[in-house]
């Protein structure tokens, strides 16, 4: 079955600190990566995504940074806030073929950034 | 913005009976997914639907099924609920295909339990 490992399950950094999620995949036929944020009460919401053509993206404080051979992508968060506490999802899909719209989510990180 | 609209917040059910979940999107978006959230196990899906009357397994469908008559409405049945599908039950709507203009668009959820 196709994976995708994320770690760490939860994370408590402060204020100004440099939360990094990280996630690692099996099939090689992937090629679009985003990452899902889900605030409590509330459904994931997309916040940032990657295609493997690009080692890294920026959207605001918000970075993915991507390694092909290493089969691993990670999410980094610049100066966090408080407001950034949420569950943090990384996912995969492959959009060859006629699955191109199926999603493999990692199981989660709980971030909390104390004030 | 997508509106992804999920009919209860809350469900409370008993065992054996048969559960009806609703889900309804505003954006003509081809497809439409089931997942449930359980901590620990992060998203994982029951079934999709990327046309009207059509629909494929996804990695848990064993005791779901599901029903799409029109576009814009997706549903979830328990045939005979069991306390093992206590959840949080998520739907997604999305445009045909997976990338950078098509991220899945997330209702609320449903928190559901089986007593």
């Known amino acids: 079955q196709q994976q995708v490992k994320q770690s760490p399950q939860s994370l408590i950094v402060q204020k100004g600190g440099i939360p990094i999620i990280n996630c690692a995949y099996e099939?090689?036929?992937?090629?679009?990566f985003p990452w899902y944020q889900q605030f409590p009460g509330k459904g994931p919401a997309l916040l940032i995504a990657?295609?493997?053509?690009?080692s890294e993206k920026k959207e605001g404080r918000f970075t993915i940074s991507f390694n092909k051979s290493a089969k691993q992508f990670s999410l980094h968060i610049m100066d966090s806030q408080p407001g950034d506490s949420a569950t943090y999802f990384c996912?995969?899909?492959?959009?060859?073929?006629?699955?191109?719209?199926?999603?493999?989510f990692g199981k989660g990180t709980l971030l909390t950034v104390n004030p | 913005d997508v509106k992804v609209t999920q009919s209860s917040r809350y469900l409370v059910k008993r065992t054996g009976e048969k559960v009806f979940l609703e889900c309804v999107q505003d954006m003509d978006h081809e497809n439409m997914f089931w997942y449930r959230q359980d901590p620990g196990l992060g998203l994982r899906l029951i079934y999709f639907?990327?046309?009207?009357?059509?629909?494929e397994k996804g990695d848990i469908p064993e005791g779901y099924s599901v029903s799409r008559e029109k576009k814009e409405r997706f549903s979830l049945i328990l045939e005979s609920a069991s306390t093992n599908q206590t959840s949080m039950y998520l739907c997604a709507s999305s445009l045909l295909g997976q990338g950078f203009d098509q991220p899945q668009h997330f209702g609320d959820g449903t928190r559901l339990s089986i007593l």
């Open positions: 639907s990327y046309d009207v009357k059509m629909k």
């Open positions: 990657i295609r493997p053509d690009v």
């Open positions: 099939n090689t036929a992937f090629d679009y």
């Open positions: 996912a995969a899909s492959s959009t060859l073929g006629g699955s191109n719209y199926k999603l493999t």
